[in-house]
């Protein structure tokens, strides 16, 4: 079973309201993903790092969107001005190496944009 | 750039029958991609089922079957005889190596009739 902790499970912010989600990936996994899944199982891949190293972002996550992965601390992603297209499950997974890419997966936060 | 195409569900058959779920993938590179199959039990987060990463080989687990065929860019999902069990959402995804933002296929949801 994975070892991917997510938090908060669940997340209800208001429009135009800031939305951070952390992630801690399993012990030794050097590499993060972050994913938007929407309402119809479609997964959006966001971002994803090698320790703190941004490799690869799609637009979305430039403009409106954050992350960070410092060292000793939880991996995060941030919505800085909620919108009702948000809402979705956001899930983190990790990998153990650069290259194969197997994911481990967290639950998941469901975010609610009211 | 990259897509991924599984069978569209629900997919619903009886315990003890065959099962096959396709999957097809873009070739929008030179560079073969990663393979794998990713699965959600009712109730759970989302796990590894299997992957293959040479084009040509077979990856298997907990009875499925998945063969890497780089001729027809397809990874379908094959087990002789399910189970109750295994009712659950399949879900088909590829990584390059030489850009690793992951596809996934829009899912697959089983249902296995006992």
């Known amino acids: 079973n994975s070892k991917v902790i997510q938090t908060p499970r669940y997340l209800v912010k208001g429009q135009g309201q800031k939305a951070k989600m952390r992630c801690i990936p399993e012990?030794?996994?050097?590499?993060v993903f972050w994913y938007q899944q929407n309402k119809n199982n479609e997964f959006k891949f966001l971002i994803n790092f090698q320790n703190q190293e941004v490799l690869q972002q799609i637009d979305m996550t430039e403009k409106r969107f954050s992350a960070e992965c410092p060292s000793n601390s939880p991996c995060s992603l941030e919505i800085q001005s909620s919108e009702a297209g948000d809402s979705a499950l956001y899930l983190c997974?990790?990998?153990?190496?650069?290259?194969?890419?197997?994911?481990?997966f967290g639950p998941g936060t469901r975010l609610t944009v009211l | 750039g990259d897509s991924v195409t599984q069978t569209e569900g629900p997919v619903t058959v009886s315990e003890s029958e065959s099962l096959i779920i396709n999957c097809t993938y873009s070739a929008t590179s030179i560079a073969y991609p990663n393979l794998f199959w990713y699965v959600r039990y009712p109730g759970e987060g989302l796990q590894l089922l299997l992957k293959?990463?040479?084009?040509?080989q077979k990856g298997s687990s907990r009875g499925f079957e998945a063969t890497y065929n780089k001729e027809t860019t397809s990874f379908h999902l094959q087990k002789a005889s399910v189970q109750e069990s295994d009712s659950a959402v399949y879900y088909c995804a590829l990584v390059r190596n030489n850009n690793n933002a992951p596809r996934f296929g829009a899912g697959t949801k089983l249902s296995v009739k006992p």
């Open positions: 293959v990463i040479t084009a040509g």
């Open positions: 012990k030794g996994h050097p590499v």
């Open positions: 997974a990790s990998s153990p190496d650069r290259g194969v890419y197997e994911q481990y």
